[in-house]
């Protein structure tokens, strides 16, 4: 069965820093992997999918993402980390067929300024 | 921004009443979700649908009950409300492919006293 681990519940970063949100995946096949962002009382914002090709995978918002298959990872990522970015965030899996996609728990960013 | 929509956008009701939290999109998508939340927590799965007339459970129980009658519409009903059922319930909505990411609506938050 596929699923995915969010192993922060809370990351910490000052604005103007770099920032990593990470992701572990568990799947049969190839995986499809997403990153999605909410806001308080917001519906989930899509930022950026892994499918094939490229390893890195960039997306809104100055937002990157980078696929390891030999970790089974997908971690979140940015240069330079604004008070804006602050929000919960969620990484998606979906392995081969048409299934729903299966979320991790959740990781929250807090950015200092 | 994803056009897909949800109403009301807010709920308060006393237990025992009958609720249909409307879902609607108008991309064409065959594929639509409902997820229960706790505000700043996980999602839970709690229905599905692969097109009109197609509707299955999630991996969580839930008390309510869905249909597909038409392909932009996904109502979501709950017989009696109890207070057990405040949360807030995301729909969303994907293409078939299977490496299409899925959009979320606003969101509903269900208040039951």
């Known amino acids: 069965a596929q699923s995915v681990a969010q192993p922060e519940d809370q990351v910490n970063v000052a604005e103007g820093n770099p920032l990593t949100v990470k992701c572990t995946y568990s799947v049969s096949g190839n995986p499809y992997l997403f990153w999605y962002v909410q806001y308080p009382n917001r519906g989930l914002q899509f930022l950026l999918k892994y499918i094939t090709g490229d390893n890195l995978v960039k997306g809104s918002y100055g937002f990157e993402a980078e696929f390891n298959k030999s970790q089974t990872s997908f971690h979140l990522k940015k240069p330079s980390a604004l008070v804006s970015d602050s929000a919960l965030y969620f990484c998606a899996v979906r392995e081969a067929g048409n299934t729903p996609l299966v979320f991790g728990k959740g990781t929250r960013l807090s950015v200092i300024a | 921004e994803a056009d897909i929509y949800q109403t009301p956008r807010y709920l308060v009701i006393g237990t025992g009443k009958k609720i249909t939290l409307e879902c609607s999109q108008t991309?064409?998508?065959?594929?639509m979700y409902w997820y229960q939340q706790d505000p700043g927590m996980e999602l839970h799965l709690i229905h599905y649908?692969?097109?009109?007339?197609?509707?299955e459970k999630g991996d969580l129980s839930s008390e309510s009950t869905v249909s597909r009658i038409r392909t932009e519409h996904f109502p979501l009903t709950l017989e009696s409300a109890r207070p057990s059922h405040t949360s807030q319930y995301l729909c969303?909505?994907?293409?078939?492919?299977?490496?299409?990411?899925?959009?979320f609506g606003p969101g509903t938050r269900l208040t039951v006293l």
């Open positions: 649908s692969y097109g009109v007339n197609s509707t």
């Open positions: 969303a909505s994907s293409e078939y492919t299977k490496g299409n990411e899925q959009f």
């Open positions: 991309m064409g998508h065959d594929k």
